[in-house]
């Protein structure tokens, strides 16, 4: 195995993301940690629920991420009168025209930020679930194709309930990683302040990267090698959520190849042409933790989806 950065040839892998993480950081201070795994879902493909307190920054990321990959956003503020037609688009009858056509709804869209997603009803929730996984709604037996790329980003407040509808175990199951941004420290904050004295930082982001070009990356990532043992441990892992006396539903096998395309993007990110055990448990508990459901006796017991990936973690071995 290699460094790839090394090679003249893959030099761009790493000036895009660089350029992706400076843009990010200069609107979102001090979070590189969670700006890394934005892009590792990103990168791997898939979609990112932002579980986070009003104002940490959320719909800022958001627009940020879009203007920085010089794609279209679209937001969607979910509330409980919401129909999923608003959401996916109908059709309707034009009478100049003589025929119905179809009006597309938000999700047409590069960056779609789902903002408090847990506030509208589960029939609008599902509206989602089609076009995340397949990239396509289907209208009146119609399909229609989205753009690409494809990235949601859906948020919701962790800590307020009233008025809300929790998410079912299919649609958190469609979301690649569970990230939190939380508040920044001190230093961090004071520097927010000032730097919005004059100007909202969020104006001056242009885009480092175009659409066709994270296509490209994402293409790169699904390259990254992935050795037997490597994979053999995530189902390992997956394997003893799923046997774990504390839950009363474990990881689906969705959850194991998200692992595996998370693993693959972390170690592309490093600079890397091969998946290392480091990379799964580095990504485990945000990968997981929201796919498992606790039993009512261990919820109560204070245990948390976390906790319960970070025993599994320790207890699972590593390959060599």
Do not use: W
Not at 82 to 110: C, H, I, M, Q, W
Request: proline share 6%; aromatic share 6%.
């Amino acid at each position: 195995m290699h460094d790839l950065n090394r090679s003249a040839g893959k030099r761009a892998f790493a000036e895009v993301l660089e350029a992706l993480e400076k843009s990010l950081s200069e609107v979102i201070r001090g979070k590189a940690d969670a700006l890394r795994l934005v892009l590792v879902g990103l990168l791997a493909d898939g979609h990112i629920l932002l579980e986070d307190v009003p104002g940490t920054g959320k719909t800022t990321l958001a627009k940020a991420l879009a203007k920085s990959i010089d794609g279209r956003f679209a937001r969607i503020q979910f509330t409980p009168d919401l129909l999923p037609a608003d959401v996916t688009g109908s059709t309707y009858y034009n009478p100049k025209e003589g025929k119905f056509e179809f009006r597309p709804g938000p999700v047409f869209t590069n960056v779609l930020l789902a903002d408090e997603i847990n506030r509208t009803s589960p029939r609008t929730q599902s509206a989602l679930l089609e076009v995340m996984s397949e990239r396509q709604v289907t209208v009146d037996g119609q399909r229609q194709p989205m753009a690409q790329p494809f990235f949601v980003i859906a948020t919701q407040n962790p800590s307020e309930f009233h008025g809300t509808y929790p998410l079912p175990e299919a649609q958190l199951d469609r979301f690649m990683l569970r990230v939190s941004l939380g508040h920044p420290e001190r230093a961090h904050e004071v520097e927010i302040l000032f730097r919005q004295q004059e100007r909202e930082p969020l104006d001056a982001v242009v885009p480092v990267v175009s659409g066709a070009e994270v296509l490209e990356l994402q293409a790169e990532v699904r390259k990254v090698h992935v050795e037997t043992a490597v994979a053999e441990y995530i189902v390992a892992l997956v394997d003893a959520l799923r046997s774990d006396t504390r839950l009363r539903l474990g990881a689906s096998t969705r959850g194991s190849l998200a692992l595996f395309r998370c693993a693959q993007a972390r170690a592309r990110i490093a600079g890397r042409d091969h998946a290392q055990p480091e990379d799964v448990r580095a990504l485990a508990v945000a990968v997981l933790a929201h796919r498992v459901q606790l039993d009512t006796k261990a919820r109560y017991g204070g245990a948390t989806g976390s906790q319960v990936v970070e025993d599994a973690i320790a207890a699972v071995p590593v390959p060599r």
